[in-house]
């Protein structure tokens, strides 16, 4: 390297180090009045913004996110259904074709915006589908506030995805990111990706919502209900308060993501408190199809004592399950999930899965749209966790994530997968995406387990929380602390599972009997190394544990949930065959293995186990 290049790379570097600083985050304060026309789904909005600006930048222009503006024929969401046919989105087509290209024009999402002010001045701004970029009267300095005020009106969508009037089980409004709502910015810049019907971001804010709606409407959301005894559904006592036959909700929440609340007729509410928990409401339909909701309480109830024990305490007074949507989505205190389901196990994994986003999207809340194998993978696995323990299988499995593992295995056969380092909204194929962002995620926490110990993944989570909960987490954050705890080097494995493809393939490939002994010779047919849990059954049933470690790691798992390992020496990532000699015969072995916990995400098992006769 020349003198000149290798003085410049060193300063690229210094800068690099020297922006990054002390960690910061936005802060927000929504104030908002809302009227709703119900017959002619729309209505009007007025906006007031505060806003923090916690970063070392200076900010000149700001971003708000119009989500609703892409519901429409030609929206860029449409284009990318049209272009994925068959391989996207299957809720958002019809036959292959997109559901988007024929919505009504009066039943087109639209966010108009009639003005923004910043304290008073009125601003320019731009409307991109999606994102609206404001330019600054006067630039928001390092740790200074500003205050924006926007008036709007908007037409509530045809129900394509999350959002809309009318969804396939009668829901009449289901409200979710239904306000124009400041991006976050960070170290990263603005998250301006536009919406295509996958992820979110935003920054921790605090709301104050008035509603005036119907009198006949009951109104389920994320956050605390200020007036519930001038409200019909929420207090058997209620005197409702009308203004030409409307009434007016009044909604608080703070230190949440966003404020997603949904309408209808026929919702009644129930609610109940978990000990050391929030205050959980259902709001549905009641009908044939909803009884099992009546069912829910106490498995909710042990939900969140089996979430706040593992994965750290939810720190919301309250938790909303809503029936709207078109399937499940996580919001700030509340979800909104379909409400028809056949058996309450049916219908508590979507509460579980939804449920456990407000810990891996609202309390530790990534980057989705950038990471969604964070947020959809750690969100799985903490839903195969609780599920486990809420309905255990008829038939013991060897693990709670076997069945996650296999289906892996099943897809990684078809030859489309996609890595997981890919953005949310710009995989090519949507079953491709769920198994990148919810499956991968999810084995990255199992792998993680099996290469370093279960007690070590389950202080990582801890720490995870404890360090890094109402904050925004990257993938790194949470690296350095499992490297921390287990003492291993573990960026080796990140790369692997999450930038490529690559997959994992061990088996034996021979073993020889001698007079006071057995060798077993074992193969790495794959492309990503691991460290290798091995296992002899003895004729007597008593099972003798081995761990072959993987040099990258240069440190050793010696136990874990699943057993205590005698060490050998290591096998070097770049060696194809390993040999290991164990002192029985063969008439002292019943069975030799690799993994036999079965939490190795081996595509090909089959060559894993020889059974001894």
Known sequence: MKKSVAILFAFIISQFHAQQGPYYQQSAKYKMDIDVNAEKFTYEGKQTLDYKNN????LNVVYFHLYWNAFKPGSMMDQRVASQGKNGDSRLQKDGISRLASIPKDQEGTQNIHWIRQNGKTLKFEVQETVMKVYLAEPIKPNASTTFTLEWDAVIPQQIRRSGRNNREGIDMTMTQWYPKIAEYDYDGWATFDYIGREFHAPFSDFDVTIKINKDYVIGAGGILENPMEIKGYDANAK?????????????AKNILDFAWAADKDYIVKSFDVPEGPKVFLVYQNNDKTKVWEEAQPYITKYYQLMNAHFGKYVYPTYSFIQGGDGGMEYGMCTMILGEAKNIEGLMGLMAHEGAHSWYQQMLATN?????????????????????????PAQKLPNPFFNSINAYRNFVKKGIEEPAVWLGDHHDNGTSYTYASYVKGELYLVELGYIMGEQNLAETLKQYYDQWAMKHPSDRDFLHIAQKVSGMDLKWFQNYWINTTKTIDYGIKDIKY???????????????PMPIDFSIMTSDKKIVNYQIP???????????????????????????EYTITVPYTKSQLSMVGIDISQRLADV?????????K
């Not at 950038?370 to 309905?391: C, H, I, K």
């Not at 090909?604 to 001894?612: A, G, L, Q, S, Y």
């Open 368 to 392: 989705e749209p950038m990471r969604p194998w964070m947020d959809e993978g750690f969100t799985s696995y903490a839903e195969g966790y609780v599920m486990n323990q809420l309905f255990p």
């Open 604 to 612: 090909n098992p089959d060559d894993n186990f020889i059974e001894v």
């Open 550 to 576: 993987m040099n990258m790691t240069h440190t050793w798992k010696t136990k874990d949930a699943y057993g205590e390992f005698k060490t050998m020496p290591y096998w070097s990532w770049t060696q194809k």
């Open 55 to 58: 970063s070392p930048d200076e």
């Open 514 to 528: 001698d007079a006071k002994s057995t060798t077993i010779t074992l193969i790495n047919n794959g492309q990503v």
């Open 240 to 252: 409702i308060k009308a203004d030409k036959n409307k009434a007016t909700w009044k909604w608080t």
